[in-house]
């Protein structure tokens, strides 16, 4: 399997908003339920467990989020580009953290904790300064 390729990470202030993306190969993205996760500066250090941000199906509908992220983050997909991207608004400096992209297998509306992933890619930073 081919590793996704985040993208669109960077620096702002509290309260901004940052737009990422992840784009991965047709084969490995149109067919597939595909999800953000994250990672904190300190727990990436460690190569601790990534937490789950946002997850979609693959026709795009069935938006699942994490409860920290809910009302502020939307993801969304371009199938056509094989492309996910996710729209943060309303950042706080604990989203700080490295993001990644994954296809997750067995999704049905809703992310369950365990469920099988595909290949990590290297992530995109962003950093939210108060």
């Known amino acids: 399997q081919v590793q996704p390729v985040e993208s669109g990470g960077g620096s702002v202030q509290a309260g901004g908003s940052l737009r990422i993306s992840c784009a991965a190969s047709e084969r490995a993205f149109n067919n597939y339920a595909m999800g953000w996760f994250r990672r904190a500066p300190e727990k990436e250090r460690e190569e601790e467990e990534r937490?789950?941000?946002?997850?979609?199906?693959?026709?795009?509908?069935?938006?699942d989020y994490a409860d920290s992220v809910k009302g502020r983050f939307t993801i969304s997909r371009d199938n056509a580009k094989s492309t996910l991207f996710l729209q943060m608004n309303s950042l706080k400096p604990e989203d700080t953290a490295v993001y990644y992209c994954?296809?997750?297998?067995?999704?049905?509306?809703?992310?369950?904790?365990?469920?099988?992933?595909?290949?990590w890619g290297q992530g995109t930073q962003v950093t939210v300064f108060s």
């Open positions: 937490e789950f941000v946002a997850a979609i199906n693959y026709l795009g509908t069935s938006p």
């Open positions: 994954a296809q997750i297998f067995d999704y049905r509306g809703s992310y369950r904790p365990g469920a099988p992933l595909g290949p």
